[in-house]
């Protein structure tokens, strides 16, 4: 039985590949070259199969009529790539294009800026937060199930206890914050509050 190799036409082949090292008119490979890609090749290889045209036609422009290296070179895939942000760097890893520098810079940046914030937080800050850092937003005051009308009920503990009979509610294993309720209902609510949004931080 024949075997066919339709990659054999591509014109990428033309090129070496920087992803598994295929020398210039030999297939790709992939799983450490112990399967042979025969329907097409690697992307770095044909980012570097491109960027070798665009290479020859920049060449070619100071020899050739301006008008028409122009077009030669609006025929080309526009380059859409972000070039000296994050983004743009993540887009050279998707599109399977080598990064630029400015784009490694970029990203470099990104990530020395985020260890110098963590590096300002404290161990328990970075543990609850889980790394994220930044000014947090002020938890809302939650309206008890029953609508009580007693001034401060469901008012956070870090202020004044509105009055003496008011009980503080806490978990320190939720992402509810301590609040003040009346007795009774209010008490269970908040209880029950503090539960349910404890369950997300919960490690087993």
Do not use: F
């Not at 990659?7 to 450490?32: D, F, I």
């Not at 301006?66 to 895939?77: D, E």
């Amino acid at each position: 039985m024949k075997v066919t190799a339709p990659a054999l036409s591509l014109p990428q082949l033309s090129v070496a590949c920087p992803s598994c090292g295929a020398a210039a008119g030999r297939l790709c490979t992939s799983h450490g070259g112990a399967r042979i890609r025969r329907s097409d090749v690697h992307q770095p290889r044909t980012a570097a199969w491109t960027a070798l045209q665009k290479e020859k036609i920049q060449a070619r422009a100071a020899h050739v009529d301006p008008a028409a290296a122009r077009q030669a070179l609006a025929a080309l895939p526009p380059d859409t790539i972000e070039h000296g942000t994050p983004r743009g760097y993540s887009q050279h890893r998707t599109r399977g294009v080598p990064s630029c520098q400015p784009c490694r810079d970029a990203i470099s940046a990104q990530a020395k800026a985020r260890e110098a914030a963590r590096a300002g937080a404290s161990p328990e800050q970075q543990s609850w937060n889980r790394g994220r850092v930044g000014t947090p937003t002020a938890p809302a005051p939650v309206p008890t199930g029953r609508d009580c009308p007693v001034e401060g009920c469901g008012a956070l503990a870090s202020t004044p206890r509105s009055a003496a009979r008011m009980v503080r509610v806490a978990r320190p294993d939720s992402r509810e914050p301590a609040r003040w309720y009346c007795p009774g209902p209010c008490r269970a609510y908040g209880e029950a509050l503090a539960e349910i949004r404890a369950i997300g931080d919960r490690r087993g």
